[in-house]
């Protein structure tokens, strides 16, 4: 009798809570298994939950391949695995494969170098290439007859011979699917209510070159796509197993626009039928349009969430252009979001802080430019990151626009495993923006975007820019320098701006870009997610310091501004908040029909100029609302990029005060 070889794939995940199918090992293990030879020789085990690497290690049995796939979020933790696995099994054989995988000479002698415990890295698509490495083995391990990898060699003088490119799958059907094959059906008996989703793709490739980007290369510049038929039997096993969330992997969903739409009508009719998948995170179609808001709208028919990402990176065209990016015409973007908004289907525009040829200025002025008074509209900063085998990470490029940065743990991990933190490198400093002009843009941003864009001051900034065109960004900016000026007279809000500071500076360390707010230790949170409850957890202070500012503004800039009607919009700001704890009165009366003004202009339409009427609102809390500060906090993170305002009914309004 044969005794089969023990082969281990390893997929560590983001670090965080959510433990979902992973389609990497899955597709490269499905392919293997699916070779009568490989399936005779070897047994294949698939491991995608985090535990020590001592008691990940014990589980183990013998093994004489191990494959652990890498990304930026689970690099130090797979490195950490593998020496573990290489001191208790010294003859088992290390693979790595994933975009963390340096291609580059210069990065592969330094990669072998660090990480003695590895010894062979796959290039690329590893499906191909990890099988017919399993087929040599049962020859006679030369790997050098095999495409699409490196593996260490003392025999030469660099230590280690790369192989040919392989080129890419030009048929991704030939692919069987760990969803359709029994793979996953086997992790899920194993590992049950664990999982909360599932990786899914129905694309590969990307047609586009941005510097910043792990796709942005000219190895897969053609999109290929999986067979619909496929698609749809996967999303029926997603269904009947009750998967609800669903991350995409696709690089632009939406480029085959018929097949596309034939996919969402299906997901669509599965979960109005199921419930199930009723989530999905997808990146779109670059430069989206018409067809994007067809989708979106299709999903949200069926009950599927979902949110669209308008990727615009930045508003500079010198940027766009150091970045290799083209975006569509502001005056596209805005009838774009427009539709979207008016069919009640939210958006969210990226942009990055920190890339080349942008100035502190453009990146306010990028701010204000995506800017509505729309409830549905969003914006998320992002921190320029550099990735493994892009071009800006490359010498050349960080010559050319003397990028400075910073080497931290990485901030998508809510929570820590082990001792060894995930690492990203930030750049904080360009030939246009120094470090000095990156943390002012830092501070302001997220400043900003906790104020417009986690609403702590959404309508307030809202009624200025409409009624007297203040920009709201020059009025967030005097506040952040009247605050720093002044900080004992606006004691709330300068509370939450020493958050951002400490951690700009926590960056600047080289320590972390997230941390723990004061009174949440423990809690890991995104600059923005820290310093909103900080500022809501007294209500009437934050409404307080909002009235001193802006009464400061108008005198300064001497703009007549009626108080009383003030009054009424800071009112309004304050019971549409969801704060902790949770509010007891939810009926409230305002002097003025600021409430009727504020229901048609968040929906984009033309307000009619509030008048001093008695007017009634109630207000709905949300249902489920956290019992706990802590909850409270904890679901700002998981809201995303925003929070969900309360819903406000105008009830009455009374006989007119003001002739």
């Known amino acids: 009798m044969i005794i089969k070889k023990n082969v281990y794939l390893f997929d560590l995940g983001t670090g965080t809570n959510r433990n979902l199918l992973p389609l990497s090992i899955g597709l490269v293990g499905s392919y293997s298994m699916s070779l009568n030879d490989l399936n005779d020789a070897y047994n294949f085990e698939f491991q995608f939950l985090r535990d020590t690497p001592k008691a990940t290690v014990d589980t183990l049995n013998e093994p004489y391949v191990v494959a652990v796939s890498t990304y930026v979020w689970n690099l130090h933790a797979s490195l950490a695995l593998v020496k573990e696995i290489r001191k208790r099994f010294p003859h088992t054989l290390i693979v790595l494969g994933g975009y963390s995988i340096p291609k580059y000479p210069d990065r592969i002698v330094q990669f072998f170098g660090q990480n003695p415990e590895v010894d062979v890295l796959i290039h690329g698509e590893g499906e191909f290439t990890f099988a017919d490495m399993l087929k040599r083995l049962l020859i006679d391990r030369d790997l050098s007859q095999v495409n699409g990898l490196t593996f260490r060699c003392l025999d030469v003088e660099e230590g280690y011979i790369s192989t040919p490119r392989r080129e890419r799958i030009e048929n991704l059907n030939e692919l069987p699917s760990p969803f359709l094959n029994g793979v996953y059906d086997r992790l899920i008996e194993q590992h049950g209510d664990l999982v909360t989703g599932a990786v899914w793709e129905t694309s590969r490739g990307c047609p586009y070159s941005c510097t910043f980007c792990d796709w942005g290369n000219a190895d897969v510049v053609k999109v290929k796509r999986f067979d619909t038929e496929r698609l749809k039997e996967e999303l029926k096993w997603m269904s009947k197993n009750k998967i609800y969330y ?86 596209s973007m805005h009838q774009l979001k427009k539709e979207f908004h008016d069919k009640r289907l939210p958006t969210y525009i990226e942009l990055i802080l920190g890339l080349p040829m942008e100035t502190y200025e453009s990146f306010v002025f990028g701010i204000d430019e995506i800017c509505t008074p729309r409830l549905d509209d969003h914006f998320v900063i992002y921190l320029c990151t550099l990735l493994e085998n892009t071009e800006m990470s490359s010498e050349k490029y960080r010559e050319e626009y003397h990028l400075q940065t910073r080497n931290c743990s990485i901030g998508m991990s809510r929570r820590e495993f082990y001792e060894n933190m995930e690492m990203e490198e930030l750049v904080v400093g360009t030939s246009t923006m120094p470090t000095q002009d990156w943390e002012k843009a830092y501070v302001f941003g997220y400043f900003f975007s906790v104020l417009y864009n986690h609403r702590a001051a959404f309508f307030i900034l809202n009624y200025l820019n409409h009624d007297f065109g203040i920009s709201r960004t020059d009025l967030v900016i005097y506040f952040i320098n009247e605050i720093r000026s002044n900080p004992d007279n606006y004691s709330c809000m300068a509370f939450g701006l020493a958050h951002l500071d400490k951690q700009k500076q926590l960056i600047l360390d080289n320590i972390s870009s997230t941390s723990s707010p004061d009174g949440l230790e423990g809690i890991y949170m995104s600059p923005h997610e820290g310093t909103l409850p900080l500022l809501i957890r007294n209500i009437e202070a934050l409404s307080e310091d909002l009235k001193r500012l802006v009464l400061r503004f108008t005198e300064v800039n001497k703009i007549e501004l009626d108080e009383e009607i003030l009054n009424d919009v800071l009112l309004y700001q304050k019971v549409c908040m969801p704060i902790w704890p949770v509010p007891v009165m939810v009926e409230y009366e305002f002097n003025s029909t600021v409430p009727e003004y504020f229901e048609k202009l968040v929906l984009g339409l033309e307000p009619k100029p509030i008048k001093k009427i008695k007017t009634a609102i109630n207000v709905k809390v949300h249902d489920n609302y956290p019992n706990t500060y802590e909850e409270f906090a904890t679901n700002i993170v998981r809201a995303g990029h925003t929070v969900q305002t309360f819903d406000v009914d105008v009830v009455g309004y009374a006989l007119s005060i003001m002739p």
């Open 246 to 331: 669903i991350y995409g992997a696709d690089a632009n969903f939406g480029i085959f626009f018929e097949r596309d739409l034939e996919i969402i009508e299906y997901l669509s009719d599965l979960c109005e039928a199921t419930s199930f998948p009723g989530y999905l995170m997808i990146n779109w179609l670059k430069n989206s349009h018409e067809r994007i808001v067809t989708l979106a709208e299709r999903l949200k028919k069926g009950g599927v969430i979902t949110n669209v990402t308008l990727a615009l990176q930045s508003m500079n065209s010198d940027t766009l252009s150091a970045i290799k990016r083209r975006n569509i015409k502001q005056d």
